[in-house]
C-alpha cells in the first residue's frame, strides 16, 4: 500500500528556533510536495523535490531517495509561520500505466504537521 | 495573472442532493485536479484532468465525477450526497504536472484554490 507518514503531528515552537517536519513514504516516488496550509484552508505550494535540496527564503527542503524520507526545515521562525505543512508524494508509476491513459496515481498526502510559533 | 478561482465558496446542501463545483484555472493551465479535505480523512485526491479528458482517479465511489471544457475551466459533480461528502473540496491547475513528473524532468508545481466548503446536512 503506498503511504505517506508524517511527523510530528504536531509542534509548538519559540520565535527563532529551527524547525525541522519529517516525512516518510513506502515506495518509490516520482516527486515529492511540500505545501502549507493556513487557517483559512488557502493551500500554498512550498517546493516540488524528487532529488536534492531546494532552498526559498528561510525554507528548505531536503530529500533522500534511497531512504524514503524528506525534511522541511525552517529557519528563524517566525508566527506567521504557523500553519499546517503538507507532504504529499507522486508515486512512480511503470511506463504502461502512465501511457495507457488512466490508471496512474495522483497526489497522496501525509495527515499534516500542525506547527504553532509562539512569540 | 489571476489565480485560481473556485466556486461557490461556501455551500450547504441536503442528504440526497447533488452539487456541482466549479474552478476556473490560472489562464494557460490546461491540467486540473480535484481534491477532497476532510478532519477524519486528510486531503485525497479526486481526479485529474487535462485537455478536457480524465487523465487520472482516484479511490472514490462513482457519485463523483467531473468534466472539463475547452477552456480548462473544470465542474465537479457529487450526485446522492451523504453525511461523510462534508468537506473542503479543493482545485489545483498547472501546466501539465502529474505527466511532466511522472515522466521524470518534472519542474513545475500546482496552484490551488481557495477551496469550496461543502456542508451535507
Known amino acids: 500500500k503506498n503511504e505517506v507518514e508524517q511527523s510530528p503531528q504536531n509542534l509548538t515552537a519559540q520565535e527563532g528556533e529551527f524547525i525541522t517536519i519529517n516525512c516518510s513514504y513506502s515506495?518509490?516516488?516520482?516527486?515529492l510536495h511540500w505545501l502549507q496550509q493556513h487557517p483559512g484552508g488557502g493551500i500554498v505550494s512550498l517546493f516540488m523535490?524528487?532529488?536534492g535540496k531546494k532552498k526559498h527564503g528561510r525554507l528548505i527542503a531536503t530529500i533522500n531517495i534511497q531512504e524514503k524520507h524528506s525534511s522541511l526545515h525552517i529557519t528563524a521562525s517566525h508566527p506567521r509561520d504557523s500553519a499546517v505543512y503538507i507532504c504529499?508524494?507522486?508515486?512512480?508509476?511503470?511506463?504502461?500505466?502512465?501511457?495507457?491513459?488512466?490508471?496512474?496515481?495522483?497526489?497522496?498526502f501525509g495527515k499534516g504537521t500542525h506547527l504553532i510559533i509562539q512569540p | 495573472k489571476a489565480g485560481v478561482t473556485q466556486t461557490p465558496r461556501y455551500l450547504i446542501k441536503t442528504r440526497g442532493q447533488q452539487v456541482t463545483l466549479s474552478c476556473s484555472p490560472i489562464?494557460?493551465?490546461?491540467?486540473v485536479s480535484w481534491y477532497q479535505q476532510t478532519p477524519g480523512q486528510g486531503l485525497q485526491f479526486l481526479f485529474e484532468?487535462?485537455?478536457?479528458?480524465?487523465?487520472n482517479k482516484g479511490n472514490f465511489p462513482g457519485r463523483f465525477s467531473g468534466r472539463q471544457f475547452s477552456n480548462s475551466r473544470s465542474e465537479m459533480n457529487v450526485s446522492t450526497l451523504e453525511l461523510g461528502d462534508s468537506a473542503l473540496y479543493l482545485c489545483?491547475?498547472?501546466?501539465?504536472?502529474?505527466?511532466?513528473?511522472?515522466?521524470?524532468?518534472?519542474?513545475?508545481?500546482?496552484?490551488f484554490g481557495p477551496g469550496t466548503r461543502l456542508l451535507v446536512l
Open positions: 484532468y487535462f485537455s478536457e479528458t480524465q487523465r
Open positions: 523535490l524528487s532529488s
Open positions: 515506495v518509490g516516488i516520482s516527486a
Open positions: 489545483a491547475s498547472s501546466l501539465d504536472f502529474t505527466h511532466r513528473w511522472l515522466a521524470g524532468g518534472g519542474s513545475e508545481t500546482q496552484y
Open positions: 489562464s494557460g493551465h490546461r491540467s
Open positions: 504529499a508524494v507522486l508515486f512512480s508509476a511503470t511506463p504502461r500505466l502512465l501511457y495507457s491513459g488512466g490508471g496512474a496515481d495522483g497526489l497522496t
